[in-house]
């Protein structure tokens, strides 16, 4: 006579067997989470670096912001990594609004330009 085994309910301590679906999904979360803060700390530091940049030439940076104006893969000497590209806007006089740009790659200023200088 077989007897059938009633399937107990998951306890504290039991484990539960994940799907390649659960664990894909978990590693696109994860994923998307990690570009996600990668990408603030990144948009602090170009806002940090134009700020600093009108304020040794003598501009007046508008808006207290950078924006992300683009954003490619590039391969560096340290690998693949990302560039973006962010402007900013700023003023000589206080009256005209020109444009200046910082382009990182990774975490790293690459180039930084404002009108006049490029």
Sequence with gaps: MAQS?????AGPGSTVPLSLSSLSIAAAVIGLA???YDSM???EAANRIAQSTCSRQGL???DGTVSLSGL???LAAGGLRLERTYVFD???DGVLRASGFIIMLGRRM???GVSGEQ
């Design 110 to 112: 690459q180039h930084v």
């Design 72 to 74: 490619r893969p590039r």
């Design 41 to 43: 700390r990144v948009r």
């Design 90 to 92: 700023y003023t000589v």
């Design 34 to 36: 990690a570009f996600w």
């Design 5 to 9: 085994r009633a399937r107990q309910p």
């Design 60 to 62: 007046q940076f508008l």
